[in-house]
């Protein structure tokens, strides 16, 4: 299957997951998706061929995904 | 019929999915009423405007941009300068949501609330 | 469900596939080994990389040695965003500076053995991990900007499970801040060294270190192995600042 393929599947992929992002009203919930759209991101920097990227991207998403989570606890849950 | 579709996703199609990715995250910074949601949505628009630069790096039958024993040309190696200043967009959009972050936290000290609507009065008409 | 969101969705979709039937024939085709990006100046740094800078890493090449200047700026951004995190959450102080008293660490209360055992396991693994990916930078992928985020990460892991009383735990917010200096610091100091020795600033074949090395195109690797553990240090510092500082606002009753 040719390369361009892959990359449209999770382009697709990862738009979908940012239209969940924009509707949703749990704040904890849009953490953890966040978490899986930055392991999306990191796939397709692989399929592109930019090692170093992906490398980066995954140490850092769980990074970022840290630092929500612990502003979350003092920040209200729900959202409007 | 699979290369007609290859050709124009080759052609255009990633480029319109790259797009559209990167106005979903503009609009949710807009739109969104809730403040961490729209510090979410300004990493979404970052990884959008990442991945548009490394597919100006892309070479057809190219391998990673690591040195191969004996081979030197040029054809076989994918473009590396997008990628290192790629990495240093990722290490800056974390230090941003860092200090995102903090603010948030101060607001939320200072208002009591950080939604936008009622912190200043303003908000999209339903 | 909010009808300004979905009209925006749509919108947006809708109007950048117009856009791109009418518009799009200014972009390159993705794979093009031809186009404009690919020709003018990455065919050079492709094929002489390792005859200037003994890295067989293109990426770290290009990032540490080629193009220097650009790296050490973004690690005086990287400092400055942990030194404005500290200034904007700077007020009164609600434990006692000095003193780190495990049974009061925020009270989170989720721990177990399962986790216990497992992270004994982990810290040391991660942080084995980290100094193999710095001192590969130059020859397989990694680099200064991994290590640094994983050795935040083993601290991290650290600071956050209660049981293992913060054996890890001699970070403070301004001893955070003073180490990330002391990152920038070090990649300015090797830039400086050369300058004593008749070269510009950041000239690796100029560094005074020519009694350790064989050849003069050797010190390279040198050059590179400073920056990037002046790189790793900064970031990490950074990382564990803007963690502290935001760890003392918040409360964990659950």
């Known amino acids: 299957m040719p390369v361009i393929f892959l990359e449209a599947l999770f382009l697709i992929l990862l738009i979908a997951i940012a239209v969940t992002i924009i509707f949703h009203k749990d704040l904890l919930a849009v953490t953890i998706i966040y978490c899986a759209f930055s392991f999306g991101a990191m796939m397709l920097y692989i399929i592109v061929g930019a090692a170093d990227v992906a490398f980066t991207e995954a140490v850092i998403g769980v990074v970022s995904t840290v630092y929500f989570i612990i502003a979350i606890k003092s920040i209200s849950r729900r959202c409007k | ?126 | 469900m909010d009808k300004v969101k979905i009209t925006g969705v749509i919108v947006i979709i809708a109007g950048v596939i117009l856009a791109g039937f009418i518009l799009g024939d200014f972009l390159p085709t993705v794979g093009d080994a031809t186009s404009s990006a690919n020709s003018y100046l990455s065919p050079y740094y492709i094929e002489h990389a390792l005859h200037d800078t003994e890295a067989p890493n293109l990426v770290t090449a290009v990032l540490a040695d080629y193009r220097g200047f650009d790296t050490l700026f973004e690690t005086c951004v990287m400092f400055l965003a942990g030194v404005t995190a500290l200034m904007v959450l700077l007020s009164k102080r609600k434990i006692v500076k000095g003193q780190r008293n495990p049974s009061d660490t925020n009270g989170i209360s989720f721990s177990g053995t399962v986790l216990d055992t497992a992270f004994r396991v982990l810290i040391p693994v991660i942080l084995i991990y980290a100094f193999y990916v710095l001192a590969h930078g130059e020859i397989s992928l990694g680099g200064g900007f991994q290590a640094g985020a994983l050795l935040a990460i083993a601290y991290m892991i650290d600071r956050l499970i209660p049981s293992f009383q913060n054996r890890l735990g001699f970070f403070t917010e301004e001893t955070a801040a003073m180490t990330a200096g002391v990152g920038v610091f070090i990649y300015i100091f090797t830039g400086i060294l050369p300058m004593f020795n008749g070269g510009n600033f950041l000239e690796y074949g100029k560094l005074p270190f020519e009694f350790a090395v064989e050849a003069a195109v050797m010190l390279h690797p040198v050059g590179i192995f400073l920056i990037e553990l002046g790189v790793t240090v900064c970031v990490m510092a950074t990382i564990i600042n803007i963690l502290e500082v935001v760890l003392e606002r918040t409360k964990f009753d659950d």
């Open chain 2, 1 to 126: 019929m699979i290369d007609i579709l290859q050709g124009f996703l080759a052609e255009k199609g990633i480029y319109m999915l790259t797009f559209i990715l990167m106005g979903l995250g503009i609009f949710g910074m807009i739109c969104c009423g809730n403040y961490m949601k729209k510090v979410v949505c300004m990493n979404i628009m970052q990884v959008a405007i990442i991945f548009f630069f490394l597919t100006l790096g892309q070479k057809d039958g190219g391998t990673l941009p690591v040195l191969v024993k004996d081979i030197f040309e040029a054809e076989a190696y994918i473009n590396p300068l997008p990628h290192a200043l790629m990495l240093t967009a990722i290490v800056v959009s974390l230090g941003t949501t860092g200090v995102a972050l903090a603010l948030l936290m101060k607001i939320k000290e200072i208002y009591g609330t950080i939604e936008e609507e009622e912190i200043t009065g303003k908000g999209w008409k339903k």
